[in-house]
């Protein structure tokens, strides 16, 4: 028999998740503090609980998907509501810390209570759908238990490892992948209309160049890993013509006035890369002080 599943936050996301295993056929309990935002899942189909004790008590497996960590335990750290969970999962799909993700599975097992941490790699839209990705770490058996569950928000669910905090880490580098491509489009803008070049054109040439760019990211990484910092026959590109294109985007930003926050901290992490001899090696070198701040 499938579990009984409640959800706790109905947000877009919650919305979604909720969405996700009632199609998929679960019973679904949701809760939201303002219980108007339950209201389309009741139409849905979905129970909707009185109050988060009542939604506790009417599932196996409890997602929570609210704001923050401080919130979850506000939630569910008060003695009826703890010892209601006794035996139960937690899926905690809010974002957080790796360090809050191993303290929540510190408390979930002083208290008898299964415990999986998760990280939602999408927007609500793909909730779901085989797009769907979703980090999860924790206990192996626990996840392997969860694992039809967790396939219905998303077809490509990925257990991480056993350490509860996997899942929040990975999340955070690859939002900090994702926040470097974001802002460098931000300041593409900038660019461009201080040089008065239609978005269009950017865009179009955006897209032709997209595959270098993941193609530099990729080699990146694989690099890092081996430590292979030493230019050699493989190096797509030294940290020398990298600086001196550099240059000219600063002159050039220095000259129209465009806003140098993002390229001042790019200017620190070259300059302390030359300053420690690294100006001919591989690009990767700068990974070796990204580590610490200075």
Known sequence: MQPAISVLGMGRMGSALARALLAAGYRTTVWNRTAEKAAPLAAAGAEVAAS??????ASAI??????DYAATEGLLRNGAVATALHGKL?????????????EVQGWAARHGIRHLDGAILATPDFIGTEAGTLLVSGPADVF???????RALG???????TDPGLANALDSALLALMWGALFGALQSIAVCRAEAIDLE????QWS???????????????RSAAGRYTADAETLSSISPHFGAFRHLVDLMEARGIDRTITDGYEAIFRRAIAAGHLHDDFASLSQFMGRSA
């Open 62 to 67: 409890v997602i929570v998907n609210v704001s």
């Open 144 to 150: 392997e238990a969860a694992r039809d569950v967790l």
């Open 155 to 161: 077809g490509n669910v990925q257990y991480v490892g």
């Open 208 to 222: 032709a160049t997209a595959p270098v760019v993941e193609g530099l990211v990729a080699d990146l990484i694989r």
């Open 52 to 57: 988060v004790g009542d939604a506790v008590a």
């Open 90 to 102: 937690i899926v905690e799909l809010t974002s957080g810390t790796p360090d809050g993700a191993r």
């Open 201 to 204: 054109t950017l865009d179009k």
